[in-house]
T-cell receptor
Framework: DQQVKQNSPSLSVQEGRISILNCDYTNSMFDYFLWYKKYPAEGPTFLISISSIKDKNEDGRFTVFLNKSAKHLSLHIVPSQPGDSAVYFCAASHPIGTDKLIFGTGTRLQVFP | GAVVSQHPSRVICKSGTSVKIECRSLDFQATTMFWYRQFPKQSLMLMATSNEGSKATYEQGVEKDKFLINHASLTLSTLTVTSAHPEDSSFYIC????????????FGNGTRLTVT
C-alpha cells in the first residue's frame, strides 16, 4: 500500500521553463514532507521541506506547495536548469516527529537545452 | 556540512555468502541511523532503525536474522546481509542526522549489492 505516490514517472522540461513535480499522500496524519533529489548510484540529497502548518516554502529556485485538503504537494523549480536532471522523491515523515521517512516512487526529471 | 559515508559502493557476492555494509557519519555523532533498500524503479523502503548501543528496530516484513544491524559507536552502523540470495540484490542506503541541530537527514551514496 503506497502511502506516498508520485504518479508521473517522468517529466521533460525545456531549460529556463518551470518544472512542476507532483506528489499525493493518503494518510491525513502526515505533517512533515520533504523533497529529495537523487542521481544514479548516489544517495538522495535533501532539497526542501514543508510542515503542515504552512502551505508554501521557498528556497531559491525551489518552492514546495502543500494542499492539505487535497493531500497533495508539489515542487516547483524555476527556472529549470540541465543540472536539475535527476530523480526527485517526495517523502513524508512518519511516525510524526521522527526521522523515519516514507518515500514516493520518484519522478525522473529531464531538463533539455 | 554533515556527510554520511557508505562503503562499499558496489559489491558482488555469491549466493550463501554474507556481505557487510558500513555507514559512517563524518564529523558528527548519530545515535540513530536508518537503513533503506531500493529496488529498481521503486521507492526507497525503510528496513530498520539502527540504535547506538541497543538493538535495531526492524520494519514489518524485514527479517532481523537475515539483515543484521550493529551500531557499535556513535559514528558507525553496519548492515550485514547474511546468507545472501539473488532476491537480496538491491541498492542499500543509510541515513543519519546531526543531532541537536535543525538539520535534514543526510544519506550515504548507497551500496549496490548483486548476488549471483
Amino acid at each position: 500500500d503506497q502511502q506516498v505516490k508520485q504518479n508521473s514517472p517522468s517529466l521533460s522540461v525545456q531549460e529556463g521553463r518551470i518544472s512542476i513535480l507532483n506528489c499525493d499522500y493518503t494518510n491525513s496524519m502526515f505533517d512533515y514532507f520533504l523533497w529529495y533529489k537523487k542521481y544514479p548510484a548516489e544517495g538522495p540529497t535533501f532539497l526542501i521541506s514543508i510542515s503542515s502548518i504552512k502551505d508554501k516554502n521557498e528556497d531559491g529556485r525551489f518552492t514546495v506547495f502543500l494542499n492539505k485538503s487535497a493531500k497533495h504537494l508539489s515542487l516547483h523549480i524555476v527556472p529549470s536548469q540541465p543540472g536539475d536532471s535527476a530523480v526527485y522523491f517526495c517523502a513524508a515523515s512518519h511516525p510524526i516527529g521522527t526521522d523515519k521517512l516514507i518515500f514516493g516512487t520518484g519522478t525522473r526529471l529531464q531538463v533539455f537545452p | 556540512g554533515a556527510v554520511v559515508s557508505q562503503h562499499p559502493s558496489r559489491v558482488i557476492c555469491k549466493s550463501g555468502t554474507s556481505v557487510k555494509i558500513e555507514c559512517r557519519s563524518l564529523d558528527f555523532q548519530a545515535t540513530t541511523m536508518f537503513w533503506y533498500r531500493q529496488f529498481p524503479k521503486q521507492s526507497l523502503m525503510l528496513m530498520a532503525t539502527s540504535n547506538e548501543g541497543s538493538k535495531a528496530t526492524y520494519e514489518q516484513g524485514v527479517e532481523k536474522d537475515k539483515f543484521l544491524i550493529n551500531h557499535a559507536s556513535l559514528t558507525l552502523s553496519t548492515l550485514t546481509v547474511t546468507s545472501a540470495h539473488p532476491e537480496d540484490s538491491s541498492f542499500y542506503i543509510c541515513s543519519a542526522r546531526e543531532e541537536g541541530l535543525n538539520s535534514p537527514l543526510h544519506f550515504g551514496n548507497g551500496t549496490r549489492l548483486t548476488v549471483t
